[in-house]
């Protein structure tokens, strides 16, 4: 079975622009959650989708939104990007909102300058 | 409320045993145990749902104690793979869904 797969696995992009991750959970998963890490910590939670609906946001700022599609697949948007915005961007699949352990992707790796 | 791992990091030779403590402010419905390697995505270990609970995986292991909100990983016989930085996620229940918080990590070496 395909894990996690997140899409694309590097990205520079400019102060100011914007950008958009890509994530496809493990098949039959009905929950995604995004995280952002820095370089030394731990992940920092985002957001967590489930059946299409947000279920938990982290305190980021309003500039980061996400959505999930109707086959579970989920999008992170960044807009009026900072250099502070740069880091490790993951994506955690799991069957249920809670009781089950993270299958996490292999990141996208975000470049302000 | 991020949970506070102790220690931030140990050094072990091959055959030694470690444990690594993750303690919450917060009431807690269930602590995840992860490891990450140098590059690599975070890698579920365990899940300790029930309080006192103790679960297993090869040689490591992990308690909860749910009165003190806190859950602890014993590495045992430590090997070279089990080098990384381990991280404990810990889950409380929000108004209207979950949300895992990591700790700092702790940065785990084990030398030959």
């Known amino acids: 079975d395909a894990g996690v797969t997140q899409s694309p696995t590097h990205l520079i992009k400019t102060r100011g622009q914007q950008v958009t991750l890509r994530c496809s959970p493990i098949s039959g998963h009905k929950s995604v959650s995004w995280y952002q890490q820095v370089l030394g910590q731990g992940p920092q939670f985002i957001f967590q989708y489930y059946e299409k609906e947000e279920r938990g946001r982290g305190n980021f700022p309003d500039r980061f939104s996400a959505r999930q599609f109707p086959n579970y697949s989920s999008e992170l948007n960044v807009n009026a990007l900072l250099l502070g915005d740069s880091a490790l961007y993951l994506c955690?699949?799991?069957?249920?909102?809670?009781?089950?352990?993270?299958?996490f992707g292999s990141g996208t790796r975000l470049t302000v300058v | 409320q991020q949970p506070v791992q102790s220690p931030q990091a140990v050094i072990l030779r091959e055959g030694e045993d470690a444990v690594i403590n993750c303690s919450s402010s917060?009431?807690?419905?269930?602590v995840h145990w992860y490891r990450q390697k140098h590059g690599e995505a975070p890698v579920f270990l365990m899940i300790?749902?029930?309080?006192?609970e103790q679960k297993g995986h090869e040689k490591i292991s992990a308690s909860f104690n749910e009165k003190k909100q806190q859950s602890s990983l014993y590495l045992t016989a430590s090997q070279l793979s089990y080098s990384g930085t381990y991280f404990c996620?810990?889950?409380?229940?929000?108004?209207?869904?979950?949300?895992?918080?990591f700790g700092a990590g702790t940065i785990l070496r084990v030398k030959s």
């Open positions: 917060k009431a807690l419905y269930s």
């Open positions: 996620g810990t889950l409380n229940f929000m108004e209207y869904g979950n949300k895992l918080v």
């Open positions: 300790l749902l029930k309080g006192g």
């Open positions: 955690a699949s799991s069957p249920l909102t809670g009781g089950y352990g993270y299958t």
